[in-house]
C-alpha cells in the first residue's frame, strides 16, 4: 500500500514538473511575440547574408 502511494506521488509530482515546463514555454513564446517592430527588425538586420556564388552548394562543390 506504501509502495502504490509512492508510485502515486512521483507521478503527481511529474505531471507537476511537466506542466510547469509547459507554462513557462508559453510564457516565452508569448513574450517572443510581443516584441516592438524596432527590436524584430535589429534582429534580421544583424544576419549577414550570403552572397549568390558564396551559396553552401557552390562552397561544398568548390575544388
Known amino acids: ?3 502504490l502511494f509512492l508510485c502515486y506521488l512521483a ?3 511529474t505531471v507537476l ?3 510547469a ?3 513557462l514555454y508559453a510564457l ?3 513574450s517572443r511575440k510581443q516584441k516592438p517592430a ?3 527588425q535589429e534582429e ?3 544576419v549577414p547574408e550570403l552572397a549568390p556564388d558564396h551559396s553552401v552548394v ?3 562543390t568548390k575544388k
Open 1 to 3: 500500500m506504501i509502495l
Open 11 to 13: 507521478g503527481a509530482v
Open 17 to 19: 514538473i511537466v506542466e
Open 21 to 23: 515546463g509547459l507554462l
Open 28 to 30: 516565452d513564446r508569448l
Open 38 to 40: 524596432s527590436l524584430v
Open 44 to 46: 534580421t538586420d544583424s
Open 58 to 60: 557552390s562552397l561544398l
